[in-house]
């Protein structure tokens, strides 16, 4: 009987010295699809994730006084509290983006979240400020260096979800 | 870097762009290797199209793993490590499934019961008389209850030519034993 060792190294010798097969083209095409998904669709997707994540997120955490919930608790308050004006801006934008960030990672395969990752200063740039754009037309009070603040804020929880959980799935795939 | 210039790049090299995002060195890894994996793959399983599906499982095995390859051994038995696990895997997966459809049950009892005819009438012997490859077929089939895959992958041979080594040496134990097929 052979060890497995004997097994692998036959295997191998056969494996190095076949003239192998030929591939159908198609497959490689698929592959790289799969490994190397197109970055507008994924953007699209986390921009699609981001609208109702984002949204949803205002009834726990009112961004510059919007409340579409009328909730009595909001993470504002208690950031205002905390640390005034200044640190609420910040820290509503890293909750606003680390949450959408968060979901993405579990609704997105690695190969995508991988894409995210590339191109993730642009993407959380464009998220950003559509989000600002966003509370403008529903009637937020925006100024300057508030809102200057808030994308820090959300560049850094972007920066920290993105990394944080694409090295989690990473040690699971 | 142009597909050209990384032609004449080392696996290695190539290996070691990839992991830092070059997609291109990926395409040329992907060119020189794909044959090898897919002519493996294809000996061992007798439908194509389940060769093609593991081929792209190889490769995005090789994606995810792409960090923990040490650029200092060498690439194409890592390569191979890699396509021989998925191949194990997906024997082992095809053994769970294959085991519990009703008509493999009870042809592996029919066998069986002829095994035990076999053995218990301290007739080894007959047995023996038997080719080595078709007894060593037969053994693993009806004994280890292995799939004609795992058998083939086994005898380093095909999975068809394994189901041939099995049914021959069936139907000459039939005949040296007076079993009758029903």
Known sequence: MKTDKEAWLKEYTEFVKSDGATVPTEIF?????????NPWIVFGKILGI??????????ICNQFGLNPFGTEHSLMNWFMRVGGHNFCMLACGIFFMTTTYLI?????????LETIRRYGWLQTGVLGLVSLAAFYFFGADLVATFAGLWILGAFIGAFAAIEG???LRRQWA | MAKNDLKEKSDEDLMEMYKLGDVIAFEVLFERHSGLVFGYLKKRLSKAKNAQDLLQEVFLKLHRSRHQYDRTLPFSPWLFSITRSVWLDCVKKKNVEHATEPE???????????MEAVTSGLDIEVLNQLPATQKEAISLRVIDEATFDEIAFKLSTSPENARKLVSRGLKKLRDILGFREE
């Open chain 1, 104 to 112: 993405s990672n579990v609704m997105l395969g690695l190969e995508e």
């Open chain 2, 104 to 114: 493999v049950i009870e042809d592996m009892t029919n066998h069986k019961q002829m």
């Open chain 1, 50 to 59: 981001h609208s109702v994540v984002g949204f949803l997120s205002l009834g």
């Open chain 1, 29 to 37: 095409m698929s592959l790289k699809s799969r490994l190397f998904p």
């Open chain 1, 165 to 167: 959980s694409y090295r």
